[in-house]
């Protein structure tokens, strides 16, 4: 009997376990970030709104398209936040905001002969050569796929040694990325929007959708202070799942019924990389908030009643109860609807301002765009169902 009971209760606990990865994959929720491009179309001028009105669905499907490419390549997972807190006490006066700057200032780079390290360097992105680093990087290493670290001989080195001038000896050059494993949202989302208003400019409808989609994603990723954090599911506060309880949970029990999305008409950005920055600034800053009050509730709030049992896809979930998440929630005075509003306001913000700089094309002539499933969109949900994710899950 007692063999019995223990062998149940491992199973129990096995099934509690793979409910807390399904849950905790779906980060804002797939919900919360759905709900986010949904609202957003309705921030938009008229210019736009009817174009985006009958694509609503696709908008809205597509907003997770980002979290399950993460199911399928590796390079996905870095570009949903930046542990900025990894880069020092003032981390946005510290960390360039060009990625290249970033990338040279951090990267570890030695010169070898043989076995012998000839020459290492620290920070290159004061280097008076920077431009010449630059053209560097995109000849040599943006978009070779050598996860995070390069070996080079003869031609590349070469080249690295006359624009550092260096004379001394050395065949082998070796450099290593240390940065963006921590993160590269703001640089990623600064190049996504590119993408985007180059696709108004061309007009090419699929793109516009595909980006608009996707972009509302990384928007979405931007807003929540867990994505700016190394400590970005309270591991190392002892707070664990406070990720998905924040971004997921909370969302899922009130959004539809208590939020409000009025949140009043996009805006054109005109310095759209400082705006990023700033929305990340804005996030890093809750960040205190978010984990200060939880902790402090945990502390307070009877034990028993912070944990509860949900069936959700045929499964037993452990969540924290409706009463615990609307504690926190008024405890932080209504931060998540406040983060969530703010998202739907800058996604229809970047989205007009991609449109502007596209040079506003004509969207009424467009309508509804079938898009089939292509052979990619297949093979993303495949991966994402298969569930092997390529670093963290959040
Ligand atoms: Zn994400």
New binding site residues.
Partial sequence: MRYLLSYLLILCFACIEMGFTKVDEE?WGFYGHRKINRMAVFTLPQEMLGFYKKNIEFITEHAVD??KRRYAIKEEAVR?YIDIDHWGEEPFETVPRQFEKAFWKYAKVHILEGTDTIQAFTDLSEHAAFASLEQFYEDYIFETKQEGKWRFDDKATNEFKRILDIRSRGSELHIEDTFSGYGILPYHLHGFYWRLANAFKNKNQKNILRFSAEMG?YIG?AHVPLHTTENYNGQLSDQLGIHAFWESRIPELYADDSYNFFVGKAEYKKNMHSYIWSVIEDSHALLDSVLSIEKRLSRTFPENQQFCFDERLERTVRVQCPEYAEAYQNEMDGMVEQRMRDAVKSLGSVWYSAWVEGGSPDLSVIGKIEVVDSEEQKKLDEQFKEGNIYGREH
């Fill in positions: 980060v980002p979290d949903h994603h990723d």
